[in-house]
């Protein structure tokens, strides 16, 4: 390399550190997806819990028991015909079975 | 790391041939690597925009990830990466008035450079100053060769592999590019 392709150089060299300092930091985008995954999934369970709960403590989506259910005796239940005589409940919907709490306790 | 030997210690091409075993470690090390070489040159050819050099370098590395099972082991891994980045640019360039921008960026460094003086020996402050104003005469073709020789650091070989023309081409043009950059500053050598 002759004296003025070393002088070429030398300019390359000035004007990539030159550029180099108007750039901006770039987050490698595999850790980026990961940095996302840390937030993401402990939100996803979060919410996860908190309608779990909700679920859980929610009057209506409980499952109940008959004798429970008949405090109640406005509530609208679905109940499968083998459960009829035992103290299950539950909220499947199956229109067919649908009946009126009081309906069944006279029954019962 | 394979065994005892750290990633730093590994080369590119085998790097390369981890990162197609899905080895998300050697993706990191060749991210740490080439991330700012690729970050500069997009930099450069698109005028100065961070976001959009942002973007591109983020879609280099990503088609790099996606299509890590294109990657030839037999080829120079640098070379190919910079293949990836200059078909990503004519994509760009589709869209863009690429004269227009490259001229605002050499307008730009030439004010950086300005001011940023006090680092450069006396004798070569005239000749690039000089020098920029000439490289904003050239043809995008030659402006690129020049970078990539001079600014990027490739070898002759390796430009021939990112325009898929012989070593001799490359080696013929960048000597008249050369001459008659010499010719136009002898005054200032």
């Keep these: 390399m002759n004296n003025f392709e070393s002088q070429l150089s030398a300019f390359g060299k000035q004007r990539y550190s030159q550029t180099n300092k108007n750039l901006r930091y770039i987050i490698n985008p595999r850790q980026r997806n990961i940095s996302l995954s840390w937030i993401t999934t402990p939100v996803a369970v979060g919410i996860g819990i908190l309608i779990g709960l909700g679920i859980q403590l929610h009057p209506d989506l409980k499952p109940q028991t008959i004798n429970q259910l008949e405090c109640n005796e406005t509530k609208k239940v679905i109940i499968l015909p083998e459960f009829c005589y035992t103290d299950f409940a539950t909220t499947i919907e199956l229109p067919k079975f649908e009946i009126v709490i009081n309906q069944i306790n006279n029954e019962l | ?189």
């Design chain 2, 1 to 189: 790391m394979i065994f005892w030997r750290p990633y730093k210690n590994i080369s590119d091409e085998e790097l390369m041939r981890l990162v197609q075993c899905r080895d998300e470690k050697a993706f990191d090390e060749l991210w740490q690597r080439y991330m700012p070489t690729i970050q500069n040159f997009f930099y450069r050819r698109t005028g100065g925009d961070n976001d959009l050099t942002e973007d591109l370098t983020q879609d280099i590395f990503l088609q790099l990830w996606n299509t890590k099972t294109q990657y030839d082991s037999a080829m120079k891994f640098r070379p190919w990466l910079f293949t990836i980045a200059f078909n990503l640019l004519r994509n760009i360039y589709r869209n863009i008035d690429y004269q227009e921008i490259y001229k605002t960026e050499v307008i730009n460094t030439t004010q950086e450079a300005q001011e940023d003086n006090t680092a450069l020996q006396i004798d070569n402050e005239r000749l690039f100053d000089a020098l920029k104003k000439e490289l904003e005469l050239l043809s995008e073709a030659e402006k690129l060769l020049f970078d990539l020789r001079f600014t990027d650091e490739l070898s002759i070989k390796e430009i021939a592999a990112i325009f898929s023309i012989p070593e001799g081409t490359v080696k013929s043009r960048l000597h008249t590019l050369i001459l008659k950059l010499r010719n136009k500053l002898h005054d200032y050598e």
